[in-house]
């Protein structure tokens, strides 16, 4: 008991309440997005061109709506961004399970990218606004293992229930989503809105957007972030192509499910030890390091044909991926001027645009020299994910001569 209660006092009671939310947004949404092209297929007959429409058109609406939600934030406070777009999304889930034409399934896409990232963003600063700076690579870290935990239970939850034939786990969904926005007003009356939030110095759209591009420490690690979640996108795309095509696998998409289960207990098992081990580097160092991993797991995946060797190459990217995206967040937190934090972490979701660039940068090489040339592909797409590399350095020196 008192450990559990030391537990707890780690945090403020709003930072559990964001981490616990987040759990249970996570595992509904991979409940169901994940199998939502199979249900646009299968389901209501829609073609490969236009589901792929449909996804994009959330990924890219969302992008761009990242920085506009957390500016809003940061000018009307972080609560009441947050439980709009925390309800508006469920209605989106709940809108899903009985829309029939091609254009609602684009309009709710793009609403579905727009609520996730105008509420990300702002729970991120949130984080930020209520845990004194020591605290934050400690909540941030638990927001992520939060992230995995559902991202690696959601799938389960939505084989049984059946994702890809019903639409009980929508609606399901969007009853997660509504009773977490409910949460979330529960926390604004019984805490109130933090003062760092929405009751500073107010500054125009025009003067934010000058401000966080004249950044050039943040701008650096933004271009950084850009290569490296081009590589994570990767192991959903052109990995997931090669290991299905190549000639030297016999059973390809055996081994790339046994690829991204590692991917996902190495996440939940080594997360804690890892951020543990680099506590003492500095937030750059730790970020760089990242990089590099990142960029040596990935070669790895198109270098070895023995499972045990692509495993292994697996479990080195995702330690970069645990360095990268935890310590992404606690250096924005640190970087961002107060009254301008919700901004600076919806511009944090720009790199995002990466995801986008990494499969046509991965197709495009796999078209011109084929899937028997994994090493050469993938030791390609290694010296991209590299470039992170002088941009984190860059900021590092910037960081120095600035602070």
């Not at 995995?148 to 239970?153: E, H, M, R």
């Not at 786990?169 to 949460?183: E, F, H, K, N, S």
């Not at 950084?224 to 590589?231: E, I, K, R, T």
């Not at 107060?338 to 600076?344: F, K």
Request: aromatic fraction near 12%; include cysteine.
């Amino acid at each position: 008991m008192e450990m559990l209660e030391k537990i707890i006092s780690r945090f403020h009671p709003v930072a559990w309440g964001v981490i616990i939310g987040t759990f249970f947004a996570r595992a509904g949404f991979y409940m169901t997005m994940p199998y939502l092209a199979i249900y646009l297929h299968e389901v209501k007959g829609l073609s490969p061109e236009l589901i792929g429409t449909i996804l994009a058109t959330s990924f890219l609406v969302g992008t761009l709506a990242s920085f506009f939600g957390g500016t809003l934030s940061d000018r009307v406070g972080r609560y009441p961004v947050m439980v709009v777009s925390m309800l508006g999304w469920a209605g989106v889930f709940a809108l899903f399970a009985v829309a029939d034409a091609v254009w609602a399934f684009l309009l709710l896409s793009a609403l579905s990218g727009l609520g996730r990232n105008v509420f990300e963003p702002t729970a991120r600063a949130l984080l930020t606004d209520i845990t004194p700076s020591d605290a934050q690579l400690g909540v941030f870290n638990a927001r992520y293992f939060a992230i995995n935990l559902g991202a690696a239970l959601g799938p389960l939850a939505g084989v049984m229930l059946g994702s890809a034939q019903s639409t009980l786990p929508l609606l399901i969904t969007a009853g997660i989503y509504a009773l977490y926005g409910v949460g979330v007003v529960v926390l604004w009356k019984l805490y109130g809105e933090p003062k760092k939030a929405g009751s500073g110095e107010q500054v125009s759209l025009a003067e934010t957007v000058k401000v966080v591009a004249k950044d050039k420490v943040f701008g650096l690690i933004l271009l950084g972030n850009l290569f490296v979640y081009s590589a994570y996108a990767h192991i959903e795309t052109t990995l997931a192509q090669y290991l299905g095509s190549a000639p030297g696998f016999v059973d390809g998409v055996k081994i790339y499910t046994y690829l991204l289960l590692t991917n996902t207990i190495s996440v939940v098992l080594l997360q804690y030890p890892v951020i543990r081990l680099t506590k003492k580097w500095s937030a750059i160092t730790a970020l760089t390091t990242g990089g590099v991993l990142f960029a040596a797991g990935l070669w790895g995946l198109g270098l070895f044909d023995s499972v045990v060797l692509l495993i292994l190459s697996m479990v080195v990217m995702t330690i970069g991926e645990i360095l990268c995206f935890i310590i992404g967040d606690v250096i924005i937190g640190q970087i961002a001027p107060e009254h301008l934090r919700g901004a600076y972490f919806g511009a944090g979701g720009f790199p995002f645009l990466g995801q986008s660039f990494g499969p046509w940068a991965g197709g495009l090489l796999l078209g011109w020299f084929g899937f028997g040339q994994g090493p050469l592909v993938f030791g390609l797409l290694m010296l991209l994910t590299l470039l992170a590399v002088p941009c984190f350095l860059g900021a590092q020196r910037r960081y120095r001569q600035e602070f």
